[in-house]
């Protein structure tokens, strides 16, 4: 597949979706978005794929909405290879359902930040800077707004979208934005975990803690039963299950 703004590579288990928008900063256009929803359903559909890592070409991350080409859809360089709809990049993230890992070695502004709060796992350079600008602007981070409050509280999520300065990766990391600070070891010994994960069981608990966002207390605990008999009858799990009592 040739995509216009990102660039893709497998390696064993690993699927990387790389930003390539450099000259724009990485801004993202309805086709970026179109292209990343492409790429990160190829990956979920594939069985071999277990983790996402996520990277940027250039010095920064990822600087949000093209607000010219979305105001003026011309400017855009349509892909015929895919379909393209009108998709946010926040639902797009909202609809993958495997583990992902940001690594951040730019800063990340406004729509960048959509990237960041979609995945699973982030890994940031010390230094950077994280901004959204919006309001500024005469607009709101809504998209962000939504991510934010999964990862922390409303009052804390508010604050951060109406204070328009750029903070440091020290402070995205207080703010539970950013996990860890990006240095080989650690990460590599992330990614190697999942080696041994079984695909099924990743994408299933994905699924399930989408599933029961929705659903009353007494509704969850029946689904969760359901999802786990699920597993449990896959082939695989009763080799494993076997083998392990063997073990013991």
Do not use: W
């Not at 990102?6 to 390696?11: G, L």
């Not at 979920?44 to 949000?64: M, Q, S, T, W, Y």
């Not at 393209?84 to 406004?110: C, H, M, R, T, Y």
């Amino acid at each position: 597949m040739n995509y216009n703004f990102i660039k893709t590579n497998k390696e064993g288990y690993v699927f990387t979706l790389t930003l390539d928008r450099e000259a724009k900063r990485n801004a993202f256009t309805p086709t970026m978005v179109n292209e990343i929803a492409h790429a990160l359903s190829n990956a979920e559909e594939d069985e071999l794929i277990k983790l996402v890592v996520i990277r940027a070409n250039g010095p920064i991350f990822c600087a949000g909405m093209d607000l010219k080409t979305y105001q003026d859809p011309s400017l855009d360089i349509l892909n015929t290879q895919i379909e393209n709809k009108q998709i946010s990049l926040g639902e797009v993230f909202d609809k993958f359902s495997k583990p992902s890992i940001a690594v951040v070695e730019g800063d990340v502004i406004a729509g960048g930040f959509l990237f960041l709060l979609g995945c699973t796992y982030v890994f940031a350079k010390e230094n950077l800077n994280f901004k959204l600008p919006e309001v500024n602007l005469g607009i709101f981070p809504f998209q962000v707004l939504a991510g934010l409050l999964r990862v922390m509280p409303e009052k804390k999520a508010l604050q951060i979208c109406l204070k328009a300065e750029a903070f440091s990766t020290a402070e995205a990391k207080e703010f539970g934005i950013v996990d860890e600070y990006l240095s080989d070891e650690p990460l590599n010994k992330l990614i190697d975990s999942f080696a041994v994960k079984s695909t099924y069981a990743l994408q299933a608990g994905f699924e399930a803690v989408k599933a029961i966002r929705f659903m009353d207390v007494s509704e969850q605990y029946n689904y969760l039963l359901n999802s786990l008999n699920k597993l449990r009858d896959k082939d695989e799990v009763k080799k494993q299950i076997g083998n392990q009592f063997k073990k013991d």
